[in-house]
């Protein structure tokens, strides 16, 4: 008991001590006026301005264009041979909710049981994650924190509904000032035939027949179906106000934003077939989808675009589905559905590749989408696709200044970001990486 | 778990005709171009290309001369002799092709888990000539990989290099001449820290303690054994009759040839300690330590590695997927080159492989190092740790004509690879793929037809239980043994993908 107790005192001192130590230097400075001024400016909202000026005060992009007059309170950063671009917006991860993968503990992003639509991203996310710095150090100054969607993790896998997700910038002292939109999108994963599974106590694989898989697949989205019907009823007697004559359903509280189509799905489907029945599923019911994953989107082009199902993209650096799939299937996937008119963005799907955003973006013009529609599928489109492109994505007057300053195109590797902004405030680019390789750069040449 | 995607990725919505998608995968692999490779022209000439020769700088607008499969010359100007072959490589970029120090692609299987000592199991004796990960690597430009036995065990199985001679049988992969090697492991994988399989009892070692006891107790007994053929061998040489050799002990044969220096040690690690207490294993029984991989902490002790004289293989950016890769920083590369450590960035994974070339690229972003430098770390770097940089690793005359072109910088996210050479033989060419795209498509959907037309005239195959052996056949890739032991880290993680793979026993990282 006794020893117990001091263990616990020890361990609250510890988490006392890492909470004060190192963290502070790596959050925002205090609010004030900026001016970057002589910076090349790719607002995404017209052409680049060259020799440009961005003003920023109170957390909002007060000015950008040329031959702007800088106040005399500003900060002024001469950027000149800099390039301004909107922040990097990644619109899949578990920011905040995983720290390290294999260590349950420190894992929230998956909640036990199949049917979660109450629990949501922001109610987990660790500010102090150090995952954070280290991938806005990447430019990255936005996130989608993503519960249950992420796939197996040590915890399980994310059930059927995963919960709510967030978005979130990647800066702030509390999830509060954090905080862009608390729900964001609702986390569905659609349901699989699968006629093969794993055994973990005989430890081995187990076929299935079809029809098994089949049925057990109808009944999964039977109770999906179940799900949308009584969300639908409660939330009608919601608005006619007789709600209070039902007990309390937190679960289909949660649901009634979907079903009144304000809070979009988002649909974890990979394989066309799954990806047609969760679009005709979400249509029939006049459910606003959002597809995620979508290796097998370009079978079903033409569906996405008519119903207008955007997708966010798993990451390119994956390999094929299918042994017989081209070896770039995934990497040309972009340029087609760019070519169809399918809406997309791309997204790590992940925290600690979070940083390789820009890499999987670049590997997408390389096999053939338009430098462009790469840029604006990592920030532009996911905010718009979330619906927070009156906020964010752009660089125009009255957005929230998340915006970063590069030394070259933002998507290549060798490019490194030389200023950060986040809610307007200069960001600082420290993190556990760059402090263990400055601490062990100085060791003294062992004996 | 794999086979079910497939099944479904035909999307046809009926078993039978999933069926017939399984078929046409076990066919098509082997119908691609790819797996004849063309009888090379004896000569080549690759010319009008930026040459990235990694040993004596860059050659703007350069050719390549290759007789034989060997690099014949290399100059800013070459005439093509009468029967060359001439690849004219405007405006593209040629280097070495790329050597993957730690890979698992061509393998039936990645690890014998079941004790903490395997070295009697042997990569060479489960070579998979048709696993399609062969192909997709060499379209990422690599030509020669370190095929490793996975990190269940404290020492593993035996490990060879191959080159990526798609097409060709089994037999033919093996790197000729390059000296086998063993793989070890340190840490949280050989004391299967991060899963269990329920109703089996712990294994021994579950410390770094134990990990430590189990390598130092296996070359005891190896050099007890070695002294044993060393007795027989004298007592024989001087004349003694009728004497019984020692029992063979196919478990402690390659550890003697680790004592002999005939095998190379790859040793998979994380943490500071644990490699400095394979250094001292190493030293206490005599042995040399090759290469350790991943070595993700690697910098916190990178004079040590330096005076040590072992090479250092390890990612470009993973880190935080477990405890031991939380203080793994994406400076490690250029860290440990400052301190003198011949390192090289590798893959341990099919998919990483194809961008090897954008990895090492990260070496220049996360502590500066130059274009040369990074260059090396996919190329020169594994060569040499490999033993084979007498034969590859640079363009220069008398080298193996292993070469990957690129349509740009190789060291960009924006670069493609165009074709991929092996002994002198484009065993990958870009245009060729595009262009026989269709064809197999067509192929395909022709099969599929021809099925459901057989299909509809016999409706009892219909049933669903007839197609279950079937199903289990093609089993050419089983993604439960491939991504063993603990969970991948992560890197693309999805719910369709991966959400049925369990936290399996077996591998990597």
């Known amino acids: ?447 | 778990m794999r086979i079910s995607k497939v099944l479904n990725a035909h999307g046809l919505g009926t078993l039978f005709l999933g069926l017939l998608g399984v078929l046409c995968l076990g066919y098509f692999p082997r119908s691609a171009s790819a797996a004849n490779p063309p009888d090379a022209a004896a000569v080549i000439l690759i010319r009008n290309a930026t040459i990235l020769t990694v040993s004596h700088g860059t050659i703007e607008r350069g050719s390549i001369l290759i007789k034989d499969g060997k690099i014949a010359e290399v100059s800013q100007s070459i005439n093509a002799p009468k029967d060359a072959q001439v690849i004219d490589a405007a405006g593209q970029f040629v280097m070495p092709g790329i050597i993957d120090c730690h890979s698992h692609i061509a393998a039936e299987s990645i690890n014998e888990g079941s004790v903490s000592v395997s070295s009697m199991v042997n990569m060479a004796e489960i070579l998979n000539p048709e696993d399609i990960d062969i192909y997709r690597d060499l379209a990422g430009g690599v030509t020669a990989a370190n095929i490793l036995h996975g990190s269940a065990n404290a020492i593993g199985g035996q490990t060879l290099v191959i080159k990526l001679r798609w097409g060709q049988p089994a037999a033919k992969l093996p790197f000729e001449g390059a000296l086998p090697g063993i793989k070890f492991a340190l840490g949280e994988n050989p004391k299967r820290s991060n899963f269990s399989i329920p109703g089996q009892p712990r294994r021994y070692p579950s410390t770094r303690m134990g990990v430590e006891e189990t390598i130092r107790s296996a070359f005891s007994e190896a050099r007890d054994y070695q002294k044993s053929w060393q007795d027989y061998g004298k007592r024989l040489a001087a004349g003694e009759k009728n004497l019984i050799p020692p029992r063979r002990d196919l478990r402690l044969e390659p550890l003697v040839e680790v004592l002999e220096g005939k095998r190379y040690v790859h040793s998979h690690c994380y943490r500071e300690d644990e490699i400095l207490m394979l250094l001292r294993v190493a030293k206490e029984f005599g042995f040399k330590v090759r290469t350790f991989q991943h070595v993700l902490e690697g910098y916190k002790v990178a004079d040590e590695l330096a005076t040590a004289g072992v090479g250092a293989s390890t990612f470009s950016d993973w880190w935080a997927y477990k405890v031991e890769a939380y203080d793994a920083i994406p400076y490690n590369a250029a860290l440990m080159t400052r301190r003198g450590v011949v390192v090289s960035i590798n893959s341990d994974d099919a998919e990483e492989a194809t961008h090897l070339n954008q990895e090492a690229a990260k070496s220049m972003k996360f502590g500066g190092l130059s274009h040369d430098e990074a260059l090396k770390m996919v190329t020169l770097n594994p060569a040499v740790q490999l033993g084979i940089d007498n034969r590859v690793g640079t363009i220069d005359v008398g080298k193996d004509a292993d070469l990957a072109i690129y349509n740009h910088d190789p060291l960009s996210a924006y670069a493609v690879v165009q074709k991929t050479l092996i002994d002198g033989r484009v065993y990958f060419d870009r245009q060729r793929d595009t262009a026989e795209h269709s064809e197999r498509e067509k192929e395909k959907k022709a099969l599929i037809d021809k099925f459901k037309k057989s299909a509809e005239k016999k409706p009892e195959d219909k049933k669903p239980d007839a197609t279950v052996p079937i199903l289990q056949k093609p089993a050419e890739k089983k993604p439960g043994e491939k991504k063993p032991e603990e969970k991948k880290p992560e890197k693309n993680p999805g719910p369709p993908l991966e959400s049925a793979a369990p936290v399996l026993p077996g591998g990597e990282r």
């Not at chain 1, 920023?56 to 900060?75: L, N, T």
């Not at chain 1, 996130?143 to 910038?169: E, K, R, W, Y």
């Not at chain 1, 039902?246 to 289909?252: A, E, I, M, Q």
């Not at chain 1, 459910?287 to 370009?298: F, H, N, P, Q, V």
């Open chain 1, 1 to 447: 008991m006794k020893t117990s107790s001091i263990i616990r005192r020890i361990g609250l001192m510890l988490a006392a001590v890492c909470a004060l130590s190192g963290r502070a230097c790596a959050q925002s400075q205090p609010s004030a006026t900026y001016a970057l001024t002589h910076a090349k400016i790719f607002t995404l909202a017209g052409s680049a301005i060259e020799d440009g000026t961005l003003l920023i005060r109170d957390g909002k992009i007060a000015a950008v264009g040329v031959g702007i007059e800088v106040p005399a309170e500003a900060q002024v950063i001469d950027a000149k041979g800099l390039q301004v671009y909107p922040g990097i917006f990644d619109s899949i991860t578990q920011m905040g909710l995983r720290e390290i993968g294999a260590v349950s503990a420190t894992v929230d992003s998956t909640e036990t049981g199949n049917y979660n639509p109450d629990v949501v991203a922001a109610a987990a996310v660790s500010p102090s994650s150090e995952h954070i710095p280290v991938t806005r150090a990447a430019g990255i100054t936005e996130v989608l924190a993503v519960p249950g969607g992420g796939g197996f993790d040590s915890n399980g896998s994310g059930g059927v509904i995963g919960g709510q997700a967030s978005a979130i910038h990647l800066a702030g002292w509390t999830i509060d000032e954090m905080l862009i939109k608390k729900s964001a999108a609702m986390v569905l994963n659609w349901p699989e035939i699968e006629t093969h599974t794993f055994d973990l106590t005989t430890f081995s694989r187990k076929e299935k027949p079809f029809s098994e898989a089949k049925q057990e697949y109808d009944k999964q989205v039977n109770e999906i179906t179940d799900w949308v019907e009584r969300a639908r009823h409660y939330a009608l007697a919601m608005e006619k106000g007789s709600a209070a004559r039902y007990d309390r359903d937190l679960k289909l509280e949660a649901l009634a934003p979907v079903v009144r189509g304000e809070l979009p799905l988002l649909v974890f489907a990979d394989r066309s077939r799954e990806i047609r029945n969760a679009v005709e599923f979400c249509d029939k019911q006049g459910l606003r989808m959002i597809l995620a994953g979508g290796s097998e989107a370009y079978k079903v082009k033409d569906l996405l675009r008519s119903k207008s199902v955007p997708v966010i993209l798993r990451p390119l650096l994956t390999l094929p589905l299918d042994e017989d799939d081209s070896y770039d299937r995934l990497l040309s996937q972009p340029a087609e559905l760019a070519a169809a008119g399918v809406k997309f963005a791309f997204a790590s799907f992940d925290n600690s590749f979070a940083r390789r955003l820009g890499q999987n973006a670049a590997n997408a013009v390389a096999y053939g989408l338009p430098y462009d529609e790469a840029l604006k599928a990592v920030t532009l489109y996911p905010a718009r696709i979330f619906g927070l492109d009156g906020q964010i994505g752009t660089l125009e007057q009255g957005k929230i200044a998340n915006l970063i300053v590069t030394n070259g195109d933002p998507l290549e590797l060798t490019t490194d970001v030389m200023y950060l902004f986040i809610r307007g405030q200069r960001t600082s680019m420290d993190n556990r990486h760059l402090r263990l390789y400055e601490k062990y750069s100085k060791r003294p040449k062992a004996q």
